[in-house]
């Protein structure tokens, strides 16, 4: 098992950046997929950025390609997001989740407990 705290989140400009941290205890974010989701008022929560537990390839939805980059750091057993060139349609709750398999699915095993980003135009 393991247990996920998210941080990094807050207030900022449109065109601004920010990086999300996640946090791990119990087992080594190397025994999982991780990848971070996001939820904005009135709509579905959607994956945002993935990283497979093996290989390290990455994925990311269109609407951040470019802007945002998925990392993780076994050592210290944290996950990151950085955003940049932040637009306002990115404010939402993020998450970060993850999986035992070797790829984080739709309906990961393991949340956080999110943190809100919002992004002002």
């Known amino acids: 098992q393991v247990q996920l705290v998210e941080s990094g989140g807050g207030l900022v400009q449109a065109g601004g950046s920010l990086r999300l941290s996640c946090a791990a205890s119990g087992r080594t974010f190397s025994s999982y997929a991780v990848g971070w989701f996001r939820q904005a008022p009135g709509k579905e929560r959607i994956i945002v950025a993935a990283?497979?537990?093996?290989?390290?390839?990455?994925y990311y939805a269109d609407s951040v390609k470019g802007r945002f980059t998925i990392s993780k750091d076994n050592a210290k057993n944290t996950v990151y997001l950085q955003m940049n060139s932040l637009k306002p349609e990115d404010t939402a709750v993020y998450y970060c989740a993850a999986e035992l398999g070797p790829l984080i699915t739709a309906t990961p095993t393991y949340w956080g407990q999110g943190t809100q980003v919002t992004v002002s135009s």
């Open positions: 990283i497979r537990r093996s290989s390290g390839s990455t």
